[in-house]
């Protein structure tokens, strides 16, 4: 601890000396710019130094590095310098603790390949199965007259994934606890960007460690269960999960894992959908190219071998994630000193990447604010760099998530193109709070018909 404490203390001075970079405000530095105007922050820093430059945050000396290159150091890592660890640890540590996203090199190797296990083909297909009766009924609710004014969609989306997740991961029907567990991962997320990081009674840290405390109660008392009478659910096979050498996860292993991958999966999908209502709102005629996609298909749910012929859809969700990434920055502290466009990072670096910055970049992304899902066709693919579009980030830490999300953004995305037609007026634009991951400040609210 002391010793990364010098070597941060180091690393700041080499910084301030040999990068470009800005000091802000007394005490605070930069940190209230990095919390509500990340993005806008990182570009004008950009265009002013170059793509890598150091700013205050936190009371930390932070490198950001941005770009398409700069993003492939980070994200393959191929000498092994960028932790995960130590640059989540910042945010999420107390909360997310031993997440499989809070691990590194070896240990993190090891622990990836017996949750793999649970991601594979057949496991996958499994899940879309148990979706899609949770789907059909949440969306029978949502509105009741043919027309619903201020329908507001974040929440509602949001009740829709956890009811799928309590569904498909927990294999189980929560009673009144449901709401205590979804605030619970709620009061997690957001204590990872208090900017008071002590436990001060009724502040943001405080009810962060509350929550995990909740949390590790709530699946710790479930696991022996679980593992005399799996099911199908992400939670048994997480418990059933096994490496090439017949290694399995401990029982705080899976306790650790499950609230991580719970929190991992809720907001990013909700946050996706959300977007993807947003654009295809303001652009009526992408969401009847989508609805009429959907009907030609002639099913009202798709199963697993059905999804890869949903191409609208997937070209929407990528241009919403595109523009609007759940994950919008990428932490990481180097373990080694690192070379970057000819200025070295030594080791003991808070260093951060964006993928809310690189997908903005005027010079990847030509009319970056402009809606075009036609960049995600398969030609206009071919002249992007590998790294210019990381909304699951690349290299080891990859999403394990990512198919999972595209097939349950696909079925819900069906369902409900071929239920609902939505509207928001002309001039409306919505606006997003960075203070946590990038959501929808006002929940988004649309004139919802039902068809
Ligand atoms: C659209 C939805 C999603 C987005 C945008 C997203 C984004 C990301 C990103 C950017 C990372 C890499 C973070 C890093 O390198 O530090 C990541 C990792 C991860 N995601 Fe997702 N995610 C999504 C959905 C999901 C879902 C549905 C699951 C689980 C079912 C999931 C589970 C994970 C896990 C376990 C990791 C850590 C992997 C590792 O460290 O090896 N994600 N995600």
New binding site residues.
Partial sequence: MIIDLIQEQRAGLHLKQTLPGEKGLPLLGHSLDFLYRPVETALRFEGKHGPVFWLSIFGMTAVVLVGPEANKLV?LDRDKAFS?SKG?DFFIGQFFKRG??LLDFDE?KFH?GIMQAAFKKQALMQYVDRMNPVVEYDLGSWSYSKVRKNFKVVPAIKQLTLDIATEVFMGEKLGPEADDINQAFVDCVLAGTALIRYPVPGGRWSRGLKARKKLEQFFGSRVAERRRNPGPDLFSQLCLAEDENGQRFTDGDVVNHMI??MM??HD??TL?MSAMFYYLAKNPEWQQKLRDESRAFGKDKVSYEDLDQLTGIEKVMKEA?RLI???HG?PRRTVKDVEFNGHTIPAGTFTIIS?FVTHHMEQHWPNAERFDPERFNAEARKEQHPYQFI???GG???????H??EL?IKTIMHQILLNYRWEVPANYTMPINFTTLPNPADGLPVKLIRL
């Fill in positions: 994200l995960n989540w499989i996203m993190h990836r991580f991958l991992a999966a990013t999908s996706t994630l990434p759940p994950v990428i993928p909304p699951f980030g080891a830490h990859k999403c394990i998530g990512l999972f999300a349950q």
